[in-house]
């Protein structure tokens, strides 16, 4: 049998309390004492995965390498562990279905009854031991979507009890995150929601070996005894985690309140080394002490919703602490942006970026908000529709195509500078088809993105349907204007940039998807730097 452990992390009483959060800063905690960890997310909805919801019902989309379109928590994962996740890291019900129904289309089940148990059940627990079986891990985090009590999440519940069952109490570990109420008319933290939680969790046969309290106020002696008490655990396995400043905080509280210590005892597994949090506290240490304060805008269509962007969030955050630097986000709808506006809207701005996007609603407020960037020296970064609306700006106000447009918004346009790629021109089905995954792209010498990359070869993760239509390059692409990434196999381009500019640099790809907490990604970095400057000059 494997030695691969089992952390399980369920959640009660409501949504986002931030299961990802902790799971991260759990493995944060325990890849610092060596061990060799990786986290995976069940998520009970049918959408066979995330790539066709829009933002406003699951936030971002997440990306990884080997192109699998996932939640935005394996994001957190890969930015707190600095390490890969993959498509097996990622499963939700539609995809368990999916792969059940066609193992009955091929006969596999010889005639039996499909059944949710044990077919579905069977399905989901392969799957939770993926990963573990690889025997590349140590631990094993999986982080079950929605909250308990849901119809949706039962099979999964019901899996979780059968891998305690079928590896033994030693090898495996629950760990409920609940909340924890303040009732601001009587002063009062409430207990009784997470000892129903925990409670409708036992109906399913599984106990909780430790409770992570969301909470805005300390918990008192008193309380973590009651809760102790009441919901069957050990006094020390009832953890407090109070709202932080930033999510990179969590770590260090759940090392306060000794969640990996209680978490390495029950799973009878001693620390292979001391915690080694040094470049996370350096980190830590730069974020909150920063040196100066910057603007940036981030132009969307998504912008009211603060997850649909996460990743390029959090890149801005790592980004602004290498350069010493606090970043205030100026969400900017592109649908009211107008040129009556503009001015007002952008002036005070450091740096703008102009967020990855699909459709048409709101491109034009973008394409204005690029050209007061490109003619004003606003350092610029426009990534994956950002970068294509570059292109559209610079052929319309430059070049002079008027109406040069995508195929995307106008099918029949007069001049479609960005165009569907060969390649997609047959696909009809929505889910899992765009160009995905990460592609190699190389890098002009001397040119923006090769001075921050400091390589001449670089992969990133892609998201896209469109492209930059070679067909225009003659006529575009100028002095001015200038190719600096191309990939190597189909000559698809990757990278654009303004010259006659402090730092305008427009990417087919999304580099917010690789920067991690430990390794800022180079164009988030010199992008700030670029507006850092503008800023201290001004
Ligand atoms: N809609 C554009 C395309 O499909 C851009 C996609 C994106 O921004 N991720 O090419």
Redesign the pocket.
Known sequence: MSSTKYIFVTGGVTSSLGKGIIAASLAKLLQSQNFKVTIQKFDPYINVDPGTLNPYEHGECYVTDDGAETDLDLGHYERFLNVNTSQANNVTTGLIYQSVIEKERKGEFLGKTVQVIPHITNEIKDRMRLLGNSGDYDIIITEIGGTVGDIESLPYIESVRQMIWDLGKENTLVIHLTLIPFLSASGELKTKPTQHSVKTLMESGISADIIVCRTEHELSEDLREKLALFCNVKREAVIQSIDVDTIYDVPLKMLEEGLDTVVLQRLRLKPKQNHDLKPWNAFLERVRNPKNFIKIGLVGKYVELQDSYKSILESLIHAGAENETEIYVESLHSEYLESKNLNEKLENLDGLIV?????ERGIEGKIMAISYARINNVPFLG????M?MAVIEYARNKVGLMNAN?T?MVSDCKYPV?DLMESQKSIKNKGGT?RLGSWDCNLIPNTKSAIAYQKSRINERH?????FNNKFSDQIFDQDFIISGINPETGLVEIIEYNNHPWFVGV?F?PEYKSTVLDPHPLFKAFIKASLEKNLKA
């Open positions: 967020a990855p996007g699909f459709g990534i994956c529709l950002g294509q995508s995307e960005i765009m998201r896209h349907r469109y492209e087919q999304h």
